[in-house]
């Protein structure tokens, strides 16, 4: 349900209206950015949202993206050290 | 594709499948004993089956596929009433692509297409507006589905609607919440999830707290998920890890767009545009209170309800659901979508019987088209 | 010129001299097919070669719009026989062009139409030869639908077909998918998505040609088109008793048809192609193939994709980037945008 | 059989399993093409004798209603393309069929019309190999338009056309004239007329062939479709630089099309016929020839009805009943009943 | 054909032919001096190509073919009316089929057709009538065109929408009347002709009286005749016996239909539904008093000129006809179709200049489709 | 202008509209008689009528039919007569 996908905001179109360009891989759509308008709208530019049915719902957390990025990195390392302890502990076996 | 393709990173994913299995180990959960773990949202089961994780996962943890696909949980009786109103004359009927197949009892909006309804297959109820305003003389009705990821894009339309004083644009209104039918799972005697992947995209409109009172009360673990493979599966170790330490809290594996306390805008326009009706039939789940939404008396010359004459009312609801239809039991993890009588042989995606077959965010039809979990047909 | 309409009126349908004007200018003109009588009469060696064989074809056109970027339905319908005939392995000879054109058409529009599917014959090496125009009421048609047949000749000694596709063949493409399909949903603008895509429409005759030559073991071949790879696999591989896997990391996709395919919940394994097709050859002439491909400029995208197995369950089978595994079914219906 | 669809939705044309089922069930399993290939591969000695030449042609079908008196859409795209083949001397081989259905069109409507195709191909002797279905949405079609395509070989020796008509020639039909276009008038509805008739519709490659045998001096033949004996006409005597000189008393004509005519203001010379042949023979074989028609249904109302002349005037003149003499004109536009 | 065939008798006819070159050679016409005799009505001129009278009679009696086809005479500027009724939105448009061709300024019905307008094709106002019941949201305008033959059939449809209270329903009122036109003609002092050939259908409804001013008043010979050639051929002996003899009356050769007094019934409902306008505009002939019909104020509502706001004003006419268009002088016998500098150039039957090439009962197109007198093109 | 045609009519459908069937050489149409509606409609079945854009608009009269016929031949017969009378003459000379 609610398929969502990352845009990012290229151009404010309609100020009035709160519609703004948006591009996902090179597609263009307009969006209505109601829910993502702080005071001011050309700030939006260049930000990525998350888009659903032609509407930016959320700004997108640069922050929160690298936090949980670096968490999976980090996993990934643990499991490698892991996977040596445990490939190191059946070769002295 | 930024902030998707990195949260597909086979290395990365390889590692969680690994610190997923030595916790499910860890637990105890076998493939004879498995942790029950229900994704609610069908954009979770889409993915499940699309990256194949349902194969990748340890065998000991089994996803039980939720109620939360708004095509799949529509009730015919209301499709009977799209149906209805899209055949009148002069009206256009807009909706998503995914509706279009739903069996109502005559017919499906695609068969009524085909009979000569103008129905129109939309993105956005952007487009539905844009539809109005480009054939004034024509009735432009906008079928709302969907959670409450969709209810904002459709209150906002209204709002936009009344502001222009657009009088020939109208939603037929089925919005529905999540929440509420956790609950009546939850208070199913027979239930046996032991937690849940949370619909990230619910959460970035109404943030994390509605869930608290399944931790709280329920003592299950909820992660709300983004919908990327590695989203999904950090959000299985998450899980696993509450349920290892016997902890259950609310957690948001989804951060980078889940806010806590979810989209103040939307939220308003909720608000603003929508009251809840005093219960909704969900398909498979029969009658469930305070899980849909109507539009407010304020907007009513927007509600295709009142314009159409169309009441909703649990009084009309006793046309029968289709017979021998197991929707509703595999729906709350009871049966598995191959253990319904139906599978493969009555009910299949070229003539579904049950919503589970229709879209592919269905568990009947994910299990056939993309696990191969054919039958009869084969 | 004594055509002075603008637009197409019943009149232009009605057998008399308004239609023959019509056919005149703006068909037989360009055409130039051989004589005037009801039927082309037609001669070429090749077919009476012993063990040569007839290839015959055809397909109807319908798109919305008529013309998009990269192409309109006249190139469509050359094309789109051209390689019907071609992935059979044949020589296009000539070709029959049907017109059934909607009341109200701009004419300008029918020579455009007209000039792209001159221009593209040519391309292929063969003539139109025969042809015919109805005009049906508006409302009852939609702006012009095409109707090609194509004859082509089989050389003697040349017999591929799905029959012949053994596990163990790799699974070549000519380039990247998608382009057409992903291009026509955001021409006809009713989900107001716009990208800078261009249909990847082109006759595959000479490409095949080349193939063949390089890889004479070539087993079988499909143009991609309604229903994508997806369906054309599909229909192969059930018809070998095979099985087909993909590799998802070796499909070569577009970002902006990866883009379009995510916002509306679309899987681009089903997106139409108008210039791509799928062959199978053994593993070890995949690589005079794809060399020979990869000379064309229709082929400069040529890659492998996948290999068949013994049958193994399903028909054809995707390995994720991921390193999961699904099933690639046939489409049911027509591929709906999804919002949920 | 899977396919439970009553009306035929998008989804029979989205390149899934819905269009493989209605394909497969509707189409394929009544004309039985050879192979399932993209292209039919065929072979046939007369192809190959020297001297030999490949007739090919084409028509779009569009015809309301899709169902009439005497024949369907169906009947009409056999006879249509078997005619056009056995005009010029060719014998019919093989047909492509491409259907373009309207959202919506009855399934059991299709089944109807394919049975006819199928009947009808085996009355001419000649298989449906090839084809293709597209869909359309509703509104941007009308039912079924079908596009037959044909290929024919014109054995040795024969060789006809309106170029060899010389003046002198003999000018004979195989039968009454107008009945399809009158009875589509009636059937149509929408001028509340109606009449006991049947359409003309009928292949006419045995009786060319037929004549051809008795008459081996037949200079060139026309069926008289769109536009009628008059269009075909003048278009033969354009080219043959000849006038054809008609007598009135000798067209064959039903009292219901003179009357049908009379009301609506048109000129039965102008209506169309589907199972109506006009060719042009040496005076001196025209007995063995209406001989040899008569002898067969579809020419059991042979008969002669003009002569051609040098060049005077006119492409075609008519010498009425009455002694007097008019031009008979190429149509204009189409025939529109008159009231005043 | 019962009542037809009998009078297409090639004997008859060569019997009529040779009585005609006597009386002929007797009054001592001449191809030089010829005896014009104008047949008013549009269906004479029809017959006599169609059986090739022109080219059979003595060489001394010449036809003047009449303003009688009302196709020929409507002006453009009503044709650009109805186009502009025929394109609103709603609206089907129905005619008869010989109108569709008549070239507007802008375009005609054919091509507005082409460009989406809705227009039917009807044999009868009676199908319009059954359009309009069968069509009860579109507004069902029929096109009502004609002498007085036709008048009658629109004025009864009228009636029978109006008890049938048919509130979609209603006709842009074209007719035009007969005598008047004849009474212009004779009054132009160039005038050349000699007698007249009645129309026999008109006279089925308004009898032969109306036309005895002209014998009376001008002194010419008028014989109301039936369509068949042979009905053709006598009148013209009857025409040529009345000036041989040097009389002038108006004669009845089409007694088996045409009544004294016409028909009683069709002259009520005419004298209900119309009332002459002041004026009516007809193609080359310019405006001519009390020639045309309009609607009367009680039917008002089924009137398409108030439906729409179109109103006949003669002040509105002043849109330029064609230029170089020699219809009037053809219509009044001063110059024959050939003679006009447009015919076979700038004016043939698939690109018509003048309305007199439109129809095929149009004194150009006759000569260039029946007659062969082709031009330039050939 | 106004093409009419005869028709003879075959029964009365629908009296209180005064519609009845009229055939034209076999061809059928529902017409309008008011025009030619006396006081019993039913003795219209029969008779032979005008018809003009759907309604019935005048009577025919046979005997009216048949003096013309008759005319006709007469002056047929007189013609022929003239010619013989010229042809003799040439004879003579
Ligand atoms: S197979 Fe069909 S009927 Fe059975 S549960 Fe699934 S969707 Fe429902
Ligand atoms: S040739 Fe054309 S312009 Fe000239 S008089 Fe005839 S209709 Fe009018
Ligand atoms: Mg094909
Ligand atoms: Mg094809
Ligand atoms: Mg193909
Ligand atoms: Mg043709
Ligand atoms: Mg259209
Ligand atoms: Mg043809
Ligand atoms: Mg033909
Ligand atoms: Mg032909
Ligand atoms: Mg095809
Ligand atoms: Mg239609």
């Known amino acids: 349900m609610c398929l969502g996908i990352p845009g990012r905001i290229t151009a404010i179109t309609s100020p009035d209206r709160l519609m703004a360009m948006a591009e996902v891989s090179g597609v263009r759509r307009e969006v209505n950015v109601a829910c993502v308008a702080g005071n001011r709208l050309d700030d939006l530019v260049g930000q990525w949202a998350l888009i659903h049915v032609g509407f930016a719902m959320s700004l997108i957390d640069e922050d929160e993206a690298e936090k949980t990025l670096l968490a999976l990195k980090d996993l990934g390392e643990a499991q490698e050290t892991l996977e040596q302890m445990a490939a190191s502990q059946e070769a002295l076996q | 594709m930024k902030f998707a393709s990195e949260f597909r990173d086979p290395a990365a994913a390889r590692a969680l499948l690994s610190a997923i299995a030595a916790r499910a180990d860890q637990i105890g959960a076998t493939r004879a004993h498995p942790i029950h773990i229900m994704e609610i949202c069908g954009g979770h089961t889409h993915s499940i089956f699309r990256y194949g994780l349902d194969k990748l996962i340890h065998e000991g943890v089994e996803f039980i596929h939720g109620p939360g696909c708004p095509v799949c949980v529509l009730p015919m009786a209301r499709v009977d009433e799209c149906v209805e109103i899209a055949e009148r004359p002069g009206v256009i009927f807009t909706t998503f692509g995914d509706a279009m197949r739903v069996p109502g009892h005559r017919k499906s909006l695609l068969q009524a297409k085909a009979d000569g309804a103008d129905i129109r297959m939309v993105y956005s109820p952007l487009d539905a507006l844009e539809l109005a305003r480009r054939n004034p003389e024509r009735e432009v009705v906008f079928f709302g589905l969907g959670f409450e990821t969709t209810t904002p894009s459709t209150a906002l339309s209204i709002q936009q609607a009344a502001r222009e004083g657009l009088a020939n644009f109208s939603v037929f209104c089925n919005h529905i919440t999540v929440p509420e039918p956790i609950k009546a799972l ?129 009084a009309s609801r006793n046309v029968p659901e289709i017979e021998g239809c197991a929707c509703g039991a595999v729906m709350t993890g009871k049966l598995k979508p191959t253990q319904c ?26 299990y056939w088209q993309y696990a191969g979990a054919r039958t009869a047909a084969e | ?50 063990g040569a064989r007839l290839a015959f074809t055809t397909d109807s056109f319908v798109v919305t719009p008529l013309e998009f970027p990269g192409g309109d339905i006249g190139k469509l319908a050359i094309c789109g026989t051209v390689n019907d005939l071609a992935v059979g392995g044949a020589r296009p000879l000539w070709l029959s062009a049907a017109f059934v054109i909607e009341e109200g058409c701009e004419i300008a529009l029918l020579r455009r139409i007209v000039a792209t599917m001159a221009e593209e014959a040519a391309k292929a090496g063969l003539r139109i030869v025969t042809g015919d125009t109805k005009v049906v009421e508006r409302g009852k048609g939609d702006g012009v639908f095409i109707t090609t047949a194509g004859i082509g000749v089989i050389p003697p000694g040349i017999d591929i077909g799905a029959a012949k596709i053994r596990p163990g063949d790799a699974v070549i493409v000519n380039g990247v998918l998608g382009d057409h399909g992903a291009t026509i949903l955001a021409a006809r603008g009713d989900l107001a998505l716009s990208a800078d895509l261009v249909s990847d429409c082109a006759g595959l005759g000479h490409l095949m040609q080349a193939a063949l030559a390089a890889a004479p073991g070539i087993s079988a071949a499909r143009d991609c088109t309604r229903g994508g790879l997806a369906s054309a696999l599909n229909e192969m591989a059930a018809e070998a008793n095979v099985t087909v896997e993909l590799e998802e990391a070796r499909l070569p ?82 591929q709906l945008p999804r919002i949920c």
Not at chain 2, 341 to 365: I, K
Not at chain 3, 15 to 38: C, H, N, W, Y
């Open chain 2, 186 to 314: 939850l208070d199913d005697p027979d239930m046996v999830l032991d937690g849940f992947i949370g619909p990230g995209h619910v959460s970035m409109v109404i943030g994390t707290h509605p869930y608290d009172f399944i931790a709280r009360d329920y003592g299950k673990p909820l992660v709300v998920a983004g919908f990327e493979p590695t989203d999904l599966l950090q959000s299985v170790l998450m899980v696993l890890t509450q349920i290892s330490l016997g902890r259950a809290a609310v957690e948001n594996q989804y951060a980078r767009v889940v806010p806590e306390h979810g989209n103040p805008v939307s939220l308003a326009a909720i608000e603003d545009v929508y009251e809840r009706r005093p219960s909704f039939e969900w398909r498979g789940l029969g009658e469930i209170d305070a899980s849909g939404l109507r539009i407010r008396a304020k907007y009513a010359a927007y509600d295709a309800e009142e314009k159409f004459g169309i009441g909703y009312a649990a």
């Open chain 2, 341 to 366: 009588p139906q599978f493969g042989t009555g009910c299949t995606p070229e003539m579904p019987l049950g919503a589970l077959m229709v879209s592919s965010e269905g568990a009947c039809a994910a």
């Open chain 3, 1 to 50: 010129m004594t055509l002075r309409d603008i637009h197409v009126t019943m009149a232009h349908g009605g057998g008399g001299k308004a239609m023959r004007d019509l056919i005149d200018e703006v068909f037989t003109a360009v055409f130039q097919p051989p004589g005037s009588e009801d039927q082309a009469r037609l001669t070429n060696d090749a077919l009476s070669e012993p």
């Open chain 3, 253 to 334: 996709l577009r970002p902006e048809v990866v883009g379009m395919c995510e916002i509306l919940g679309l899987d681009p394994l089903y997106l139409a192609n108008e210039g791509r097709l799928v062959l199978f050859c053994p593993a070890d002439q995949a690589d005079a193939a794809l060399a020979a491909m990869r000379a064309l400029p229709e082929g400069a995208g040529a890659t492998i994709i996948g290999h068949t197995l013994e049958r193994c369950g399903a028909p054809v089978t995707l390995r994720t980037a991921f390193g999961g595994a699904r099933i690639v079914d046939m489409l049911i219906g027509e």
